[in-house]
């Protein structure tokens, strides 16, 4: 099993920044993938960002391209996703996920989620 434990969200105003943080533990190791989704409400888990710990090869929606950067602390076990120039429609709850071989953009191939963090952006 692993577990995964996200922090950081909160209430920014646009053009704000956030770091999310994404701690996992339990059976973790450099094979798996972790990625970043969103959930607005009313609206279906959508893809924000990856990392692939093998290839060492990140991905992004390109709502996101150029103001979210992906990466990884080694030694803490821990992922993490700066979120710059916030913009209200950015408004949701962010979840971690893990899994060995997934495709990285759909969420319904990682077995493992954390609990989520909300992140609230005002205009």
């Known amino acids: 099993q692993v577990q995964l434990v996200e922090s950081g969200g909160g209430l920014v105003q646009a053009g704000g920044s956030l770091r999310l943080s994404c701690a996992a533990s339990?059976?973790?190791?450099?094979?798996?993938?972790m990625g970043w989704f969103r959930q607005a409400p009313g609206r279906g888990r959508e893809f924000v960002a990856a990392?692939?710990?093998?290839?060492?090869?990140?991905y992004y929606a390109d709502s996101v391209k150029g103001r979210f950067t992906i990466s990884r602390d080694n030694a803490k076990n821990t992922v993490y996703l700066q979120m710059n120039n916030l913009k209200p429609e950015d408004t949701a709850v962010y979840y971690c996920?893990?899994?060995?071989?997934?495709?990285?953009?759909?969420?319904?191939?990682?077995?493992?989620w954390g609990q989520g963090t909300q992140v609230t952006v005002s205009s």
């Open positions: 996920a893990a899994d060995t071989r997934p495709d990285y953009r759909d969420h319904k191939t990682y077995a493992y």
């Open positions: 339990g059976r973790t190791s450099n094979n798996f993938a």
């Open positions: 990392f692939s710990w093998t290839i060492n090869r990140t």
